[in-house]
């Protein structure tokens, strides 16, 4: 994860300071922007059906939190995992206005520049076989999976995003993980 580490005065990371003192000049708010918008993004592409919602969602993500940082309390997650609780409450209003759930695209490799007709089609099976299997899941699940593999998060960390402690929030990413592979198993 990409987040500032170092403490400064008072015992607060620097990105707290930064949000912190955005409450008073907004101006403030743009490294904490360049810092997180990478994870918030890789977060919502795992989330989204496609790169433009992703992209979107990102900046309705910035955009809530601009808008509530005078909110903004250092709560020990720091901000990325305030950030990308505004991503998931953003992720979420967004799936409710356009079900089905859109899945997990983030998780895939990087697509040929170049793939032939065949593996199209392949690609599209495969995006088709995950999105139901990923749908099959409860939605803690699929959040606690698309944080770890979409953002990159660890498990503390997720459970901050998600209010869970760090042995619950390990126990969803297991048996979301373990659900899938039973689940792919049974499809061979």
């Not at 015992?11 to 918008?37: C, I, K, Q, S």
């Not at 998931?88 to 799936?95: K, L, Q, V």
Request: charged letters at 30%.
């Amino acid at each position: 994860m990409e987040a500032i580490r170092l403490v400064g005065e008072g015992g607060l990371d620097r990105d707290e300071e930064a949000a912190l003192a955005a409450r008073d000049d907004l101006a403030a708010f743009a490294p904490l922007y360049e810092l997180h918008r990478d994870a918030v993004y890789r977060y919502l592409r795992a989330r989204c059906r496609t790169e433009d919602d992703a992209v979107e969602l990102t900046a309705v993500t910035f955009e809530r939190a601009l808008g509530a940082i005078h909110r903004y309390a250092p709560r020990g997650g720091g901000v990325l995992a305030w950030l990308l609780r505004i991503a998931r409450n953003a992720a979420i209003d967004h799936e409710r206005r356009r079900r089905p759930f859109g899945g997990l695209f983030g998780l895939e490799a990087r697509p040929d520049p170049d793939p032939t007709p065949d593996q199209v089609a392949v690609s599209a099976d495969e995006h088709r076989t995950l999105h139901a299997h990923l749908a099959a899941l409860p939605a803690a699940q699929r959040d606690a999976i698309a944080l770890r593999f979409g953002a990159g998060l660890t498990a503390r960390e997720i459970g901050l995003v998600l209010g869970k402690g760090e042995d619950a929030t390990q126990k969803l990413i297991s048996r979301g993980m373990a659900r899938l592979r039973e689940v792919y198993r049974d499809d061979d």
